[in-house]
């Protein structure tokens, strides 16, 4: 079964400091994966995503992320994090044929001076 | 150019009563979903359109709940005789093609309150 999981519900960190964020998945075929961002009130923005190729992607806001398929995961991570960056974060996978994303719950990020 | 669009951006109605959510999605695009994404969940899917092809309804979760596409374009996601349980944030996608390699472009969601 199609399944993402984001273990972590709440993480705050403070600003200038490193994040990661875990995204784990199970696809029975190839996976395309997604990272998106949810400020308040707004709809989902892609970050990146990874079909093939170069294992580590870059994607907006100087947020990157990493596909290791032995692990099924696809975590996403930024060097310093600013205050803008406090939002929802949402890991999402889906394939070629799919007609649909599988997302995780979510993590929502703080962001403390 | 202009993105994602949804209307009402918030709808408050009494149990039992049937409401209708819009979606206008980018110009040129072939693929529209609808997502509900409920309180502490991530998103679910509930329909997913492709050009003239038929719907895969296989997402949405009783028979109360129906969505149409007019023109290829404008999309209605109608929910009748609404229960407590539909309260929640309802996005509407829109990709070029319904590929899953395709980017999904999201509106900014109805957010509908069942009292």
């Known amino acids: 079964a199609q399944s993402v999981t984001q273990p972590d519900i709440h993480i705050t960190v403070s600003e200038g400091a490193s994040l990661e964020l875990r995204c784990n998945y199970s696809y029975g075929a190839t996976p395309y994966l997604f990272w998106y961002v949810q400020s308040p009130g707004q709809g989902l923005q892609l970050l990146l995503k990874y079909f093939s190729g170069d294992t580590l992607v870059q994607g907006i806001k100087g947020f990157e992320a990493e596909f290791k398929r032995s692990q099924s995961s696809f975590n996403l991570r930024k060097p310093s994090v600013h205050w803008s960056d406090a939002a929802e974060y949402f890991c999402a996978v889906g394939g070629a044929g799919a007609n649909n994303l599988f997302f995780g719950t979510g993590t929502r990020l703080t962001v403390i001076p | 150019g202009a993105g994602v669009s949804q209307s009402p951006s918030n709808k408050v109605t009494e149990k039992g009563k049937d409401v209708e959510l819009r979606c206008d999605p980018i110009s040129g695009h072939t693929a529209l979903y609808w997502y509900r994404q409920s309180l502490g969940q991530g998103l679910e899917f509930l329909i997913y359109f492709q050009g003239n092809s038929a719907p895969d309804k296989s997402g949405l979760p009783s028979d109360r709940f129906s969505a149409e596409r007019t023109g290829g374009s404008v999309s209605t996601l109608t929910i009748q005789r609404t229960q407590q349980e539909d309260s929640a944030v309802y996005l509407c996608?829109?990709?070029?093609?319904?590929?899953?390699?395709?980017?999904?472009?999201f509106g900014p969601g109805t957010r509908l309150t069942v009292t």
């Open positions: 996608a829109s990709s070029l093609k319904g590929s899953g390699s395709y980017e999904q472009y």
